[in-house]
């Protein structure tokens, strides 16, 4: 058994060694799908959970539900739980070709999200594993059966849990006009998590709005992510989810035809933008 206050640095390293293993590669050449991650962890019992419930809407699955339905002979408590969030930041190679299209994706960035999610998959289930196999009972919520796409009525599409809702409860980062999350390596990333029973103190988070990382929001400058939509998409108003999902679907021919495998992307909204590899300058942190 690892002491306590080990514990969350030893979740930040088993995180950050699979990334630095050879089981993070997208394509046959071994090359890299993420860059090292960003590791935070919430409490089961943050007022942001229920707070995400009543605001999304009631389908959405609270980090005590997923556990309880993966662990019903497991007696927990929502404090006694822990929720491990993690940012894979897209590759440098990656960001590089992609800031360099204007319509669809360029090849590094749709197996990113192809075959990089699915490192991401890989990731969620050997946490778990290990987790276990330390005796901390543990479950991904993209893993579980719980976890399912609705129709939200205040944000159209949605689902029974967020990856990105929880790492902006683990201190990563906060939303941008476009949607996507800015982190301290920006927004062009995927992000994952895992439940467990296991004691970890919450990441402190440094910001006290949803919008604070973001220029438009913060400092009512910016709006570079408006014009990089080739859907028209973002607006002053902030991201139609309908038109860019349409968007996105139109990208799958491209990438079958281009690239040789079933596939998808867009995110052009998150490279060129000041925000795209950090916090952008001119915000006041904290
Ligand atoms: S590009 Fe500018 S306006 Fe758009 S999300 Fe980033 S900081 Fe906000
Ligand atoms: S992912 Fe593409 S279509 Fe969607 S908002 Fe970003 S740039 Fe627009």
Redesign the pocket.
Same mark, same amino acid.
């Given at each position: 058994m690892i002491d306590k206050g080990g514990l969350g640095e030893w979740c930040a390293k088993l995180v950050a060694d699979y990334i630095a293993s050879p089981n993070n590669s997208f394509n046959d050449a071994g090359e890299p799908a993420w860059e090292a991650p960003l590791v935070g962890f919430s409490s089961g019992a943050d007022p942001l959970y229920p707070f995400y419930k009543r605001d999304i809407g009631d389908f959405y699955v609270q980090p005590i539900e997923f556990f309880r339905a993966a662990h019903p002979s497991v007696p927990v408590q929502p404090e006694e739980l822990t929720v491990i969030s993690w940012v894979l930041p897209q590759t440098r190679a990656t960001k590089y070709d992609h800031r360099k299209e204007s319509r669809m994706p360029c090849e590094r960035w749709a197996r990113a999200r192809i075959m990089g999610e699915a490192v991401n998959n890989k990731l969620r289930a050997y946490m778990v594993e290990t987790l276990k196999a330390a005796g901390y009972p543990a479950v991904a919520p993209m893993l579980s059966p719980l976890w399912k796409q609705h129709m939200s009525e205040k944000y159209l599409f949605a689902s029974s849990w967020s990856e990105r809702h929880a790492a902006y409860a683990a201190g990563l980062g906060t939303f941008g006009l476009?949607?996507g999350l800015i982190t301290a390596k920006g927004k062009a990333h995927r992000v994952g998590s895992v439940i467990a029973k296991i004691d970890i103190s919450p990441t402190p988070r440094p910001y006290d709005s949803h919008h604070a990382y973001c220029l438009w929001y913060a400092k009512g400058t910016c709006g570079v992510?408006i014009g990089? %939509?080739? /859907?028209g /998409?973002?607006t002053e108003k902030g991201?139609?989810k309908q038109? %860019?999902?349409d968007?996105?679907d139109t990208t799958q021919a491209f990438v079958e035809e281009h690239y040789g495998f079933k596939g998808y992307g %867009?995110?052009?909204?998150?490279v060129g933008v000041p925000c795209e590899s950090r916090i952008p300058e001119g915000i006041d942190l904290r």
């Amino acid at each position: 058994m690892i002491d306590k206050g080990g514990l969350g640095e030893w979740c930040a390293k088993l995180v950050a060694d699979y990334i630095a293993s050879p089981n993070n590669s997208f394509n046959d050449a071994g090359e890299p799908a993420w860059e090292a991650p960003l590791v935070g962890f919430s409490s089961g019992a943050d007022p942001l959970y229920p707070f995400y419930k009543r605001d999304i809407g009631d389908f959405y699955v609270q980090p005590i539900e997923f556990f309880r339905a993966a662990h019903p002979s497991v007696p927990v408590q929502p404090e006694e739980l822990t929720v491990i969030s993690w940012v894979l930041p897209q590759t440098r190679a990656t960001k590089y070709d992609h800031r360099k299209e204007s319509r669809m994706p360029c090849e590094r960035w749709a197996r990113a999200r192809i075959m990089g999610e699915a490192v991401n998959n890989k990731l969620r289930a050997y946490m778990v594993e290990t987790l276990k196999a330390a005796g901390y009972p543990a479950v991904a919520p993209m893993l579980s059966p719980l976890w399912k796409q609705h129709m939200s009525e205040k944000y159209l599409f949605a689902s029974s849990w967020s990856e990105r809702h929880a790492a902006y409860a683990a201190g990563l980062g906060t939303f941008g006009l476009s949607d996507g999350l800015i982190t301290a390596k920006g927004k062009a990333h995927r992000v994952g998590s895992v439940i467990a029973k296991i004691d970890i103190s919450p990441t402190p988070r440094p910001y006290d709005s949803h919008h604070a990382y973001c220029l438009w929001y913060a400092k009512g400058t910016c709006g570079v992510c408006i014009g990089k %939509c080739p /859907a028209g /998409a973002i607006t002053e108003k902030g991201h139609d989810k309908q038109r %860019c999902s349409d968007y996105v679907d139109t990208t799958q021919a491209f990438v079958e035809e281009h690239y040789g495998f079933k596939g998808y992307g %867009c995110g052009l909204c998150q490279v060129g933008v000041p925000c795209e590899s950090r916090i952008p300058e001119g915000i006041d942190l904290r």
